[in-house]
């Protein structure tokens, strides 16, 4: 094998490039010669045939498109060393930040992990690099339960949250400790009002080019849960439906009775938290409350996270199978500490 050049030097990375991308016919589908750009579609393409979610699809392509085509998308998988590959994380991380650097992190991971799956590579060169840290960034904090009544009182007195009726999404954030992606895709049909129960079966995430979806399973297999919930919270959901099943099977939509984004309702709390009197506030504090308040009750962490839809892989079917029992007493807990309240 030979290369030729205008300069030696070029020459020899000419020829050293193509030792490194000898391909041999019994290989996989994938080949060494293959660039980062073609791998990372093909990788794309992958995650789309195992059903993964449209917001992790969204969160792989950015990186793909937005970062690693740009720069390294020209490198074949061959020249995809730990090194080439550590100068690219340092770079998006000194320019997009530690968020950025980790997506793209964890998309190479996937994308090489394919490579070598297809006999494209011996390793995966991911493993080599550095960590990266993610700066601790302000945390939101429980409300503490002698300050509930005072604060829910600003919210409802409050004139953007109202007019962005928001604040009784907060009030049923409060009782039932879900997400908000899940309370903004919680229907009807969702709800047993005779029972007192409500179930996670979806979540609203954005997708690119589509808007709100609703996303028709949840973000974990723990998150997809049975919540018996306080009397007053099924009050709440019951009264919204009548209130808006003429126009809607949502139980908190927009005010147009549209999917509600939850990226929108957080940029809500956010912008009226200082005039609350709480500079950290998020839907997350919502439910680190709702734990404060089962914690304080006595409660195990096994039952808090059976109520709130924790993951925790160390968890037995024992403690599975106790899951509805941990449950019921939680809402029991909620709705005598918020009685009065909501």
């Known amino acids: 094998m030979e290369r030729f050049a205008s300069t030696r030097a070029k020459a020899e990375h000419a020829l050293k490039r193509a030792l490194l991308t000898i391909e041999e016919d019994s290989g996989g589908e ?3 010669s293959m660039t980062l750009k073609q791998l990372g579609k093909r990788f794309l393409e992958t995650r789309r045939e195992l059903g993964r979610s449209e917001g992790t699809i969204e969160t792989y392509g950015y990186a793909v498109t937005a970062h690693i085509t740009p720069r390294v998308g020209d490198l074949s998988v061959a ?12 770079t998006v991380e000194k320019e997009s930040g530690p968020g950025a650097a980790k997506n793209c992190r964890s998309t190479l991971s996937g994308m090489l992990a394919l490579a070598v799956r297809n006999g494209a590579l011996a390793h995966n060169p991911v493993r080599e690099l550095e960590r ?4 601790k960034q302000r945390a939101s904090t429980a409300i503490p339960l002698e300050e509930l009544s005072e604060f829910l009182k600003k919210v409802r007195n409050d004139a953007d949250l109202k007019r962005w009726d928001t604040v009784e999404l907060i009030e049923f954030m409060l009782h039932s400790g879900w997400r908000v992606a899940e309370v903004c895709a919680l229907t009807a049909d969702s709800v047993d009002f005779a029972k007192g129960t409500a179930s996670v079966e979806a979540i609203n995430v954005r997708v690119k080019g589509k808007g709100i979806v609703r996303q028709e399973f949840p973000k974990t297999e723990k998150s997809a849960r049975t919540t018996p919930l306080p009397p007053a919270a099924v009050t709440l959901l019951k009264d919204r439906h009548e209130r808006l099943k003429p126009n809607t099977n949502l ?3 927009t005010p147009l009775m549209r999917l509600r984004d939850p990226s929108n309702t957080q940029r809500e709390i956010r912008d009226r938290r200082d005039a609350l009197g709480y500079p950290t506030l998020s839907t997350h504090a919502f439910r680190k409350t709702v734990a404060t308040i089962l914690d304080k009750a006595g409660l195990s962490a096994t039952e808090i996270a ?17 899951t509805l029992k941990g449950a019921g007493k939680a809402a029991q807990i909620m709705g005598q500490q918020l009685k009065g309240l909501i």
């Not at 020249?79 to 590959?85: G, V």
């Not at 990266?132 to 700066?135: A, G, L, N, P």
Request: glycine residues 2%; hydrophobic residues 30%; aromatic residues 10%.
């Open 30 to 32: 994938l080949k060494p």
């Open 132 to 135: 990266i840290t993610q700066r």
């Open 306 to 322: 059976d109520y709130l839809g924790h993951e925790n892989p160390s968890m037995t079917q024992d403690v599975y199978m106790n």
């Open 79 to 90: 020249e995809a060393t730990p090194e080439r590959l550590q100068s690219f994380l340092t």
């Open 251 to 253: 139980l908190f939509p």
